[in-house]
């Protein structure tokens, strides 16, 4: 046809090394060739940068449409697009944009008087504006936490609904999916609140006297016992005051009640608000059935009285919910007490993305966020998929980190791999960044930090640093990697400890999954000698905490293959667990030779 000399010169320019320049003349052209070109144009439009040039296309927008949506059905691109139109309708504008393709002014090319033999050489380069230094407005993969609450946006209707809860109950169950947002609702909504103590927006007030109330914010760990006495003894002149009450609350399930009077005494305060975070680090870390147990009567001793002096509030997720049925008290005031964390709607979510933006001065590309918001699944009858919060937290904190100048773009949200694959993006170019011996190190520590779930997803797991320490590798090399990763804001630290950013990164980063899918039965029985191994510490090595007979032989196929993956204190248990069953197995031989002698002697 007579377009075809323009499309086999458009093709045979398709090498030149940066664009790929589409008018208003050739598209023609190629939607009539679609069958035959479809897979070379989609090829081609994940290599290059493409330029749509056109003007006064009102009347061929719905050619440009259909050619578009043939050729990029799965509306990814590996370059940004962009396209050059004048005069064209907004709502055409808009069809370009939700494709995730920038509306630039004609001017922008220079190129108005360029030929159409001249266009497929041009390399369209945007100008280079470097980013603005600045304080970062959105959170990543980390919860929102008291001090941030001039940037927490979005969950205002939730916020009041559990202040409200907090006039009528001294116990609140804050319960949600992994993702929901349940520590940063808790933490930047309702703390922030109460310690204000002033009437919210929708007209809901803050218990009397909130705020004068003194926080207490905890997780569980592996000792929750611990940590309670830690938090409740603080401000306690005596060295001996933690061990004290910890022998107290294990001892008497008032003991909290006790302890919780002495630090209002102290500290003049109206009440004493408790949040246990991730509460389902009761069942998933702490492995002491009755320190467990006891840690529950402690904070169910006061919930019947609502006028009592301590406000507990947990935030729970919900496929650990069963696992509070095992106490009778706990699943009653549960029942009772609790506010389930939905998904945010779609102008919730605007506003997450917009209001710590605007407060700090940043401008959003026009079109940024409808694509946001539509690769989150978000519409005005249709709220987010599960679990989207800390992907869209992630995908925007990379984007912003893109940046030109105060401006975050569609390029740099693509570029940082959009809502569904930025945690993935990161987490793989940190990873393929080190060398071979920090990629093993990396690995010992994400396998680590998480926690096999059996019945229930993998969940994070906070450990001590000394556990990440191997006899294959320095102190200093692992110090490094961990920088590393808390760097790229894939771990944090916290004096000795250690976990994963959030628990998205488990389900999201796909080499990660691998790994723990890998010889997933031999990470179980590792993970029993770690847990098995920490014991024995903390009982002051008592031989009797050391494995014997199956338990041992387990270890022991295990350790022949996956040596140099225990860590020192893993391998001391191990091998004094060998020691002990040797010396056994020896006292056992002595006995029974000796019995047998003396039966010989006995004429028996």
């Known amino acids: 046809n007579p377009e075809r000399p323009t499309l086999i010169k458009l093709y045979g320019d398709v090498q030149q090394p940066d664009t790929l320049v589409v008018t208003d003349s050739d598209h023609l052209a190629l939607w009539r060739e679609r069958a035959a070109i479809a897979n070379l144009v989609r090829s081609i439009f994940r290599q290059k940068t493409l330029l749509f040039i056109g003007y006064d296309l009102a009347a061929t927008t719905p050619d440009f449409r259909s050619l578009f949506d043939y050729v990029a059905q799965d509306n990814r691109f590996a370059r940004p697009a962009y396209a050059v139109l004048k005069d064209l309708p907004e709502a055409d504008a808009q069809m370009w944009r939700d494709r995730g393709i920038h509306i630039l002014a004609p001017e922008v090319t220079k190129i108005e008087n360029l030929e159409i033999t001249d266009l497929a050489r041009v390399d369209f380069v945007q100008e280079d504006i470097s980013p603005t230094p600045g304080e970062e407005p959105f959170k990543g993969l980390r919860y929102f936490d008291v001090a941030d609450a001039d940037l927490f946006f979005g969950r205002e209707a939730l916020t009041a609904k559990l202040v409200s809860r907090l006039r009528e109950t001294n116990f609140l169950a804050v319960v949600g999916a992994s993702g929901s947002g349940k520590s940063s609702v808790v933490r930047a909504g309702l703390v922030p609140a109460l310690k204000r103590g002033e009437q919210l927006p929708s007209g809901v ?4 006297d909130s705020a004068d109330w003194q926080t207490h914010i905890i997780t569980p760990t592996a000792h929750p016992l611990k940590e309670l006495a830690s938090t409740l003894t603080r401000d306690a002149e005596s060295v001996t005051a933690i061990t004290t009450l910890m022998d107290d609350l294990v001892r008497d399930a008032r003991s909290l009640d006790l302890a919780a009077s002495r630090a209002l005494k102290r500290s003049g305060g109206a009440k004493l608000l408790l949040v246990v975070d991730q509460f389902e680090e009761l069942f998933t870390l702490c492995r002491d059935d009755n320190e467990r147990r006891m840690f529950v009567n402690n904070l169910l001793h006061m919930v019947s009285d609502t006028g009592g002096q301590v406000v507990i509030v947990l935030t729970l997720r919900a496929d650990f919910y069963e696992h509070c049925f095992r106490y009778t008290n706990l699943r009653e005031a549960i ?34 966020v409808e694509v946001i918001l539509k690769d989150l699944g978000a519409s005005e009858t249709q709220p987010p998929e599960p679990g989207a919060l800390p992907l869209l937290s992630h995908a925007l904190l990379e984007t912003w980190k893109r940046r030109r100048g105060r401006t975050l773009t569609l390029q740099g949200y693509t570029a940082s791999g959009k809502v569904d694959g930025a945690i993935a993006k990161t987490a793989d170019t940190v990873y393929s960044e080190l060398s071979p011996t920090q990629q093993a190190i990396a690995r010992n520590i994400f396998i680590r930090l998480t926690e096999l779930g059996e019945g229930t997803q993998d969940t994070s797991r906070r450990v001590l640093l000394k556990e990440l320490f191997s006899g294959t590798q320095s102190q200093a090399d692992v110090e490094n990697v961990l920088k590393t990763l808390a760097d790229a804001r894939l771990v944090t630290t916290d004096k000795d400890m250690v976990e994963v950013a959030h628990e998205a990164i488990i389900r999201k980063w796909a080499t990660l999954r691998e790994w723990l899918n890998d010889n997933r039965e031999a990470l179980y029985i590792h993970r029993q000698i770690t847990h098995a191994a920490i014991e024995w510490e903390s009982k002051k090595r008592d031989t009797g905490f050391l494995y014997r007979g199956i338990r041992l032989s387990q270890a022991t196929n295990l350790v022949q293959n996956y040596r140099a993956e225990l860590n020192t204190l893993e391998r001391n248990f191990f091998e004094k667990s060998q020691q002990g069953e040797r010396w056994s197995n020896i006292t056992r031989a002595v006995a029974i030779t000796t019995i047998f002698l003396l039966l010989v002697l006995a004429g028996w």
């Open 205 to 208: 007030r803050p218990p009397d």
């Open 335 to 368: 029942e009772r007490w609790q506010v389930t964390v939905g998904q945010m709607d779609i102008d919730e979510l605007r506003q997450a993305i917009e209001e710590p933006a605007q407060r700090g001065d940043w401008t959003l590309e026009q079109g940024l």
